[in-house]
C-alpha cells in the first residue's frame, strides 16, 4: 500500500475501493475463484462487493473463461465490426425494453453519452437529477442541491466548472411534488429527467411504487426524455433489471437506458439504448456525435455474452435465496445487539442501513451510523468477510455464494452487530 500511495493518488484507482471511510488499509487482492477472495497474504474472504456488481455468476466462472480465452487467442481488438457486439446487443434488446443499443467502456461514458443524445434529440439544454443518484463522473452530474430546491445546482467537487451544473438541477428522491414543481417551472427547457432506476449508490433505495411510472409520464407530458440509469441494477435486480419489476409489469419503457457492470462481465463495457426513433439521431445514422476506440471491444462483448447466456433466472434465484438468508441474518444480528437499522431490498439487491428506517431519501440515508458502520466493517473484515468499505453500498452476492460462504457470512455477523454496538450503533 506504501508503494501504491507513493505511485498513485491515495493508492487505489478508485476511491471506493480505499478504507478512508473505515480505517485501515484495503487488502491487495491476488486471485479470487467463485464467491473467495485471496490477497497476497493468501488470507480468504467472502467476496460480498463482487467487483461492485458485475461479478455475477462468482470469480473465474470456467464458461466465461473459456470464452474470454478462445477470443483472446483470435486478437484483442479490430476496430471494425464484429459478432460478439451484434450478439450482446441482440441479448439486451431481447431482456429489457431498449430497441437498439451502443456500447461504451464504462457506464460514465454511457450516461454521458445518453445525456447528450438527449439533448440532441430533444434540443433543449437542462437535465434533471436525484440527489443521492450516482450516474459515474460526468462534469454536469457532479452535482449538489444548492440551498433552494429548483434552483440549479452547484458543482459537487472541484474541476466541475460551475458552467457544467448550472443547467443541472438536483430533487430530492421519491419527491413527486418537486418533480412536479421543476417541470411546471422549466418544463419547456428540461432535455432529460436521468434517474437510477433504483438508487443503488446510497444504499438500496427503492422506488415508491409507481414512481418510475409517473417519472416516465411526466416526462412524456413535458416533451422530455426519461434516463433511466440501470447500470447497477441492470441485469442483477432481476433479469430484466429494475423494469422487470416496473415498467414491464406496468406496460411502459424509458426513451433511454444505460447499463454497465454485469453486462461486460468482469470486462469494461457498458452501454447506452433505447427507442429506435431517439438512438438513430446518433452518428453516423444521425447528427448527435459518439465515439469509442474500444467501444464493443470484442474480449469485453465475448464476456459479457457469455454471462448473460448463463444468467438464468436460475441464478436470479439462488441469489435470492442466498440474499433473503442474509438479510434476515444480519437484521436478527442487529436487534439482538440493540443496534438501529434498516434492510432494504430491490429484487435481488439489498442494503443494510445502521439507522431508523424506511429510508427513502439522500436526506434520510445520511442518518446512517458511520461509525458504527466501521467497527462492523472491520469485524466482518477480521471474520473473513469483505464488505463494501462503505455505510452507503449494496452489498453483492453472486451465484457462486454458497452454503459455506453464506454461512461464513452468517457465522460473522453476531460479533460484528455487537462491535457496531459498542461503536455507538446502539438504539
Ligand atoms: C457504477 C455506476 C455508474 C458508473 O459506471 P462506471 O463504469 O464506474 O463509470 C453509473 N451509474 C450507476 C447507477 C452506477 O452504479
Redesign the pocket.
Same mark, same amino acid.
Given at each position: 500500500m506504501q508503494r501504491a500511495h507513493a505511485v498513485t493518488p491515495g493508492g487505489v484507482n478508485?476511491p471506493v475501493r480505499a478504507f478512508n471511510a473505515v480505517g485501515g488499509s484495503p487488502r491487495f487482492i491476488r486471485s479470487a475463484s467463485g464467491p473467495w477472495l485471496t490477497d497476497v497474504d493468501g488470507n480468504r474472504y467472502v467476496d460480498l462487493i463482487c467487483s461492485?456488481?458485475p461479478m455475477l455468476l462468482g470469480h473465474a466462472h470456467p464458461e466465461v473463461q473459456a470464452a474470454v480465452q478462445a477470443a483472446v487467442s483470435r486478437g484483442t481488438s479490430y476496430g471494425t465490426p464484429t459478432e460478439p457486439e451484434v450478439e450482446l446487443a441482440e441479448e439486451i434488446v431481447a431482456r429489457t425494453s431498449v430497441e437498439r443499443v451502443r456500447f461504451v467502456?464504462?457506464? @460514465?461514458?454511457? /450516461?454521458m453519452s445518453a445525456i447528450r443524445l438527449a439533448r440532441g434529440f430533444t434540443g433543449r439544454d437542462v437535465v434533471v437529477k436525484f440527489a443521492g443518484?450516482?450516474?459515474?463522473?460526468v462534469d454536469a452530474l457532479l452535482a449538489s442541491a444548492g440551498s433552494g430546491l429548483i434552483t440549479f445546482a452547484l458543482p459537487g467537487t472541484p474541476g466541475v466548472p460551475a458552467s457544467s451544473t448550472e443547467l443541472t438541477l438536483v430533487l430530492p428522491y421519491n419527491d413527486r411534488a418537486a418533480v412536479e414543481a421543476v417541470f411546471a417551472e422549466h418544463g419547456d427547457r428540461i432535455a432529460c429527467l436521468v434517474t437510477?432506476?433504483a438508487?443503488?449508490?446510497m444504499g438500496i433505495v427503492p422506488p415508491d411504487p409507481g414512481f418510475n411510472a409517473f417519472l416516465a409520464e411526466t416526462c412524456a407530458r413535458h416533451g422530455a426524455l426519461f434516463v433511466s440509469?440501470?447500470?447497477? @441494477?441492470g441485469f442483477r435486480a432481476t433479469r430484466e433489471g429494475q423494469w422487470g419489476l416496473d415498467g414491464k409489469v406496468e406496460g411502459w419503457r424509458p426513451d433511454l437506458v /444505460?447499463f454497465?457492470?454485469v453486462m461486460?462481465g468482469g470486462f469494461?463495457a457498458?452501454a447506452f439504448g433505447g427507442r429506435a426513433d431517439v438512438m438513430s439521431h446518433l452518428a453516423p445514422e444521425g447528427p448527435v456525435y459518439q465515439a469509442g476506440t474500444l467501444s464493443g471491444n470484442p474480449i469485453a462483448t465475448t464476456a459479457g455474452l457469455a454471462t448473460l447466456r448463463l444468467a438464468t433466472q436460475d441464478v436470479y434465484d439462488h441469489i435470492g435465496s442466498a440474499a433473503d438468508t442474509i438479510k434476515a441474518a444480519a437484521s436478527e444480528a442487529l436487534s439482538a445487539a440493540g443496534v438501529a437499522h434498516t434492510v432494504q431490498s430491490t429484487g435481488t439487491m439489498f442494503s443494510v442501513f445502521l439507522c431508523e428506517g424506511p429510508v427513502r431519501d439522500f436526506t434520510d440515508a445520511s442518518r446512517t451510523d458511520t461509525t458504527a458502520y466501521a467497527a462492523f466493517f472491520h469485524s466482518m473484515l477480521d471474520a473473513g468477510v469483505y464488505l463494501p468499505p462503505s455505510a452507503y453500498e449494496a452489498w453483492f452476492l453472486s451465484s457462486a455464494h454458497d452454503e459455506e460462504a453464506v454461512q461464513t457470512v452468517l457465522d460473522a455477523l453476531p460479533a460484528a452487530a455487537r462491535a457496531a454496538a459498542a461503536a455507538g450503533g446502539a438504539a
Open positions: 478508485s461492485w456488481g467502456s464504462s457506464g @460514465t461514458e454511457a /450516461t443518484c450516482y450516474h459515474g463522473h437510477e432506476a438508487p443503488g449508490n440509469d440501470e447500470v447497477m @441494477t /444505460t454497465g457492470k461486460g469494461p457498458a
